[in-house]
Each structure stands twice: as structure tokens, then as C-alpha cells.
């Protein structure tokens, strides 16, 4: 004798609709994939400012490292540019 799988409903990944038994996709309407596949793309955007955000903050941070330790006033002064630059 085999076990029967318990049945659960199926809901939709945007609404949560209950999805009927014979329905094979993951949303109710087009309207809701369209709209999941628009909430995804921000989201990634999003990291990736946040990605870029972490970069140039670490870049910056080196630079002033540099500054801290040049000895002399023209080595400052390219420096300061390229901070000024990234700013």
C-alpha cells in the first residue's frame, strides 16, 4: 500500500488567491506575473545601488588611508583629487 500525498491548496506568489486544483501556474492572472516580474527587477536595481554604494565607500575610505600617510603637499594634492572626483 502507497501514501497518498496530502492535498493542499495552491495560492498565488502575488495575491494569494487560492489557485484551482487543476491549474498548473504559479499566478492567477497575467496582471500578477507581470506585476512580480516588475518587483523582482527593482529589487535587483536596488542591490545593485547598494553593491555600487559599498564600493566607491570603501574607495574612499582607502583614499583617505593614503592622504593620512603622504608626506608631502603635491602627493596630497592628487589625492584630495581623486577623492573630490568620487565625491
Known amino acids: 500500500m502507497t501514501k497518498r500525498k496530502p492535498f493542499r491548496n495552491r495560492y ?5 488567491e487560492i489557485l484551482p486544483a487543476s491549474f498548473q501556474g504559479s499566478f492567477c492572472s497575467d496582471q500578477c506575473n507581470r506585476t512580480m516580474k516588475a518587483q ?3 529589487v535587483y536595481a536596488i542591490g545593485q545601488a ?4 559599498a564600493l566607491r565607500t570603501a574607495k574612499l575610505m582607502r583614499l583617505h588611508a593614503e592622504l593620512d ?3 608631502t603637499h603635491w602627493e596630497r594634492a ?6 573630490d572626483a568620487i565625491k
Open 12 to 16: 498565488c506568489m502575488q495575491c494569494g
Open 69 to 71: 600617510r603622504c608626506a
Open 78 to 83: 592628487k589625492i584630495q583629487a581623486e577623492i
Open 40 to 42: 523582482r527587477g527593482n
Open 50 to 53: 547598494e553593491i555600487h554604494d
